[in-house]
């Protein structure tokens, strides 16, 4: 015969503070385990979501990132051949040359300069961005002033570098390359990687930056999933260019190696919180089981077996991992969606990111709360079931 769940609820009832004091203690662990899963779910977002499975990127064959080395531009136009590329608004094939470079911006709040990406490319860059993808991947949008024209010292930039950095506010000009460059709009790439960069025209960056005559980079959009993929092994099988393609979606993964120490510094934390948690658990437990001694006891007389009580005091447990659970992701809400930098180690600038409670995060930490409350319970609940019974009514 199973013992009622209302036993084990009026249980938590009764013994307020402990109950209380024991759920603080797990939702702390969560909220610390929330935030650690959070950090990386926004910096796979910022990586992993970026770019489009439509855009095939093309670099020097070796190169690892659009900062180094470059190809010369008479490959340019053997691109722009190469079949299932496709047509822009005026009909050709929709490929851009591009230059990358990093320069140095103060914070708005005074803390410090950091490098931040700038991105000089062709109209067609341009209009590959705003395009949306398969599968429901977002376009870029403009929500402040208006695209920069080719052949003008103009650039736009991302809401996030318009929020973090000093005079990035439409009309404002920034000082780089060979002097003033005026800002003309704002963008939202979405929380994408893009949210770390300026763009402007790719010929005005690469006269600013003496880089004339080649590209760092080339992107090229796909009619459909197939041509991208094809045309990545294309680009690299074709012996008259000497370079690499790849899936520009596929280049962005690869950089969220940036949160690699993020996550094993979480892990280790996470460990070591959670046995203190599953300790403090374990011990209202305990105390649970040595108050109660007659109340199990009577348990026993009136017919409750072994096996009942030792699921009774297990579920009583995890019923308090699920209340510091819950604790737990309340205390974080606030702080969701709160912006937050890091190095980039391939490129050597800031990536601007979110923590994103996502209800997978949410999932993890409830599933991470009920694995301390098991370890927590089971040792007491043991204890419990395996009382004597006269000895458990005489005390």
Not at 19 to 43: E, S
Not at 209 to 218: E, M, P
Not at 297 to 306: E, M, Q
Not at 319 to 332: F, K, S
């Amino acid at each position: 015969m199973a013992i009622p769940i209302s036993y084990n609820f009026r249980n938590l009832r009764l013994r307020k503070g402990l109950t209380i004091m024991t759920a603080l203690g797990i939702a702390l662990t969560v909220t610390t385990a929330i935030f650690l899963m959070a950090l990386l779910a926004g910096l796979n977002r910022a990586f992993v979501s970026s770019g489009n499975p439509l855009n095939v990127l093309v670099m020097r064959k070796g190169s690892e990132a659009e900062l180094s080395g470059g190809f010369d531009a008479s490959l340019f136009p053997v691109l722009k051949t190469l079949p299932g590329i496709a047509k822009d608004k005026n009909g050709e094939p929709m490929v851009s040359g591009e230059w990358v470079v990093v320069i140095v911006l103060p914070r708005k709040d005074g803390t410090g300069e950091v490098n931040v990406t700038v991105r000089g490319m062709m109209p067609d860059g341009l209009e590959m961005r705003q395009t949306p993808g398969p599968n429901g991947h977002p376009g870029v949008k403009l929500i402040a002033g208006r695209w920069f024209n080719t052949g003008q010292r103009e650039v736009v930039v991302s809401k996030s570098i318009r929020d973090r950095f000093s005079h990035a506010n439409v009309g404002d000009t920034l000082e780089f390359g060979k002097g003033a460059w005026r800002i003309v709009g704002v963008f939202d790439a979405g929380g994408s990687a893009y949210e770390s960069e300026i763009w402007g025209d790719v010929n005005q960056m690469a006269s600013d930056f003496d880089r004339q005559g080649g590209y760092a980079s080339a992107y090229l959009r796909a009619t459909d999933p197939i041509s991208a993929q094809a045309l990545t092994k294309r680009v690299s099988d074709d012996q008259r260019l000497k370079l690499d393609g790849m899936l520009e979606t596929d280049y962005y993964a690869k950089q969220t190696s940036s949160g690699a120490p993020i996550k094993y510094i979480g892990i280790v934390v996470a460990i070591i919180m959670a046995i203190g948690s599953s300790f403090a658990a374990m011990n209202t437990m305990y105390a649970a089981v040595a108050y109660r001694g007659r109340e199990i006891a009577t348990l026993r007389v009136i017919g409750f077996s072994r096996p009942s009580i030792l699921i009774s005091f297990v579920l009583e447990s995890l019923m308090l991992a699920l209340l510091g659970a819950a604790l737990g992701i309340l205390l974080m809400l606030p702080f969701n969606g709160m912006q937050t930098g890091t190095s980039n180690a391939v490129t050597f600038s800031e990536v601007v990111f979110s923590l994103q409670i996502t209800p997978i995060v949410a999932a993890a930490a409830i599933g991470f709360a009920l694995i301390m409350g098991l370890f927590g319970g089971l040792a007491p609940a043991w204890h419990a079931a395996r009382q004597n019974i006269l000895t458990a009514l005489r005390s």
